[in-house]
């Protein structure tokens, strides 16, 4: 097949082409180099921009199709409204229920609220880092839990304690799962995305059940995979000596098993919460509100499973968002780089949210790859803004800092807590305004094409994946997305209003709505 078009390769040897090739699922060659090839099928996009498909390194899709298939309260404004919406939901067991943000109502709700719904009602919070859920939930949780909640729950659960929850809903059966996840990349197949990587499969804070990665097996998906295990599921194993693993998943399973599909990534791990739930840690406290987060739990048990995870030989993607979670993350993964030499770890600092100028240096030093959501800013940037205070603000999910120092920056969605559109994280990391119109960390903003290249390059080296996605290269997978406009030659303002025409992977036109492939 050949393809004609405005053709954006990310690619410095060769940035631009007419023409791309595409033989048994991958890039043949470009203009001259197919030119007088014989081709079975030609497709002419005309004026249309061909660009690298979308890499979007840290999603949640099993998350993102159960939140589109639940009862959505993001829209409402009073209390009254949200327990409207979840009375009019229809049940048959546990009500569920999404886009609970309690910084937009007129009050929190309460366990005795959700009571006046029914039982065993739980209600997510939008960062997926807490929940409100009925004091029949709270009654059923261990002991050990609601002693760590205080005397006086009011219902609202974050970090561990919500985990604690979802073990009482749990598992969804794999068939749910599956189509859950078959949702959640169609949304991404949508917006050009190419490869999804799972931020978390098996236990913690975003699981979904012990058989979880079976639903990603049980049909074949719209696009490619990866999947990143989380900590919680590392075993003591019995180790040859000369190895120094002491735990691993079952058989030794790590980083890179798998094909182009579906693979194994990183290592999840959390160590802190978010900023919605007021749960990132600091070290200094909230403005306005006081408080400086926690961590995900006892530091001595995700020291260990940092350290335990770089000796057996996984890359590790350790979720740190507050400066304080930063400094642990950092301090942990110096340590394990000392005690086992692991050239290319690559390991990654999921969100990577606020990071103060000394922390800078340090991120660059040690090789981690930051992987960022730019459309949490856009979003949340008011917010968050305010919470951080005028001294902190501009340290907030930072860019050009990191590109300053040679720092591969990937850029995320971490879908469905924010849009999961990649052309508004790069909008945003070029305008570096927030939906309300307010400048955050303008410093740190970007060109059109370093934010284009997180999206691809960039986000397919976290991924460990750039030798075949990231750009439009001969002998790479020939996985592309069709714009109807160049991003880089518009208003900045308007990079998110781009129209995905289409997203073809291996040649294979997937999304195709206005038919150009036919």
């Given amino acids: ?71 959505d309260v993001s829209g409402c404004a009073t209390a009254a409204q949200v327990l409207d919406v979840l009375r009019a939901a229809p049940r048959t067991g546990w009500l ?113 059940g012990a058989l979880e990665v079976a639903a990603y097996q049980r049909d074949p998906l719209p696009i490619r995979v990866q999947l990143m295990v989380s900590a919680d599921e590392l075993r003591a194993v019995r180790a040859h000596e000369a190895d120094g693993v002491r735990r691993a998943l079952p058989l030794g399973l790590r980083t890179g098993l798998g094909d182009e599909w579906l693979s194994i990534g990183a290592l999840k791990l959390w160590t802190d919460g978010g900023m919605i739930a007021r749960t990132a840690a600091l070290t200094e406290p909230y403005a306005g509100v006081g408080g400086v987060g926690q961590f995900q739990d006892d530091p001595e048990v995700m020291r260990a499973a940092i350290l335990d995870g770089h000796a057996a030989g996984w890359q590790l993607a350790v979720h740190a968002i507050g400066d304080r979670a930063v400094d642990f993350a950092l301090d942990a993964l110096a340590e394990a780089r000392a005690a086992v030499d692991r050239p290319d770890a690559r390991h990654r600092v999921e969100h990577c949210g606020l990071v103060r100028p000394d922390q800078l240096d340090r991120i660059a030093e040690l090789g981690v790859i930051p992987v960022v959501q730019p459309t949490f800013l856009w979003a949340y940037g008011d917010d968050y803004a305010a919470i951080m205070g005028e001294h902190r603000a501009p340290w907030l999910y930072r860019g050009r800092a990191f590109l300053d120092r040679g720092v591969v920056v990937a850029g995320s969605s971490d879908r469905p807590v924010a849009d999961g559109n990649p052309l508004r994280g790069v909008q945003f ?90």
């Fill in 1 to 71: 097949m050949k393809v004609h078009g405005r053709i954006v390769t990310m690619d410095p040897a060769r940035p631009e082409a007419r023409c791309l090739g595409v033989w048994g699922g991958r890039i043949a060659g470009l203009d001259e180099e197919v030119a007088d090839l014989p081709a079975r099928r030609v497709v002419d996009l005309g004026d249309a921009v061909v660009l690298p498909g979308f890499v979007d390194a840290h999603n949640h899709l099993a998350w993102a199709g159960r939140a589109a298939r639940t009862p």
């Fill in 96 to 208: 569920e229920a999404a886009g609970y943000d309690h910084r937009v109502l007129d009050r929190p709700l309460t366990a005795r609220d959700l009571d006046t719904v029914g039982t065993r009602v739980y209600l997510q919070d939008v960062s997926g880092h807490a929940c409100v859920v009925s004091s029949d939930v709270l009654a059923s949780l261990p002991a050990s839990v609601v002693g760590a909640v205080g005397p006086n729950p009011t219902g609202f659960l974050a970090e561990r304690a919500q985990t604690a929850v979802r073990e009482l809903i749990q598992p969804y059966s794999v068939a749910d799962i599956a189509r859950d996840v078959r949702a959640g990349a169609e949304q991404c197949l949508r917006e050009g995305v190419v490869l999804a990587a799972e931020a978390g499969v098996g236990a913690g804070l975003t699981g979904s």
């Fill in 429 to 518: 990391m070029v305008e570096r305004r927030s939906s309300g119109g307010l400048p955050v960390g303008a410093d740190e903003a970007l060109t059109v094409h370093e934010a284009l290249a997180a999206y691809t390059i960039g986000a397919a080296y976290a991924c460990r994946v750039e030798h075949s996605l990231g750009s439009l290269t001969p002998g790479k997978l020939a996985d592309f997305v069709v714009l109807d406009r160049d991003p880089r030659q518009c208003e900045p303002a308007r990079i998110a209003e781009t129209t995905v025409l289409a997203t073809a992977l291996g040649g294979d036109f997937r999304h195709d709505p206005g038919g150009l492939a036919t």
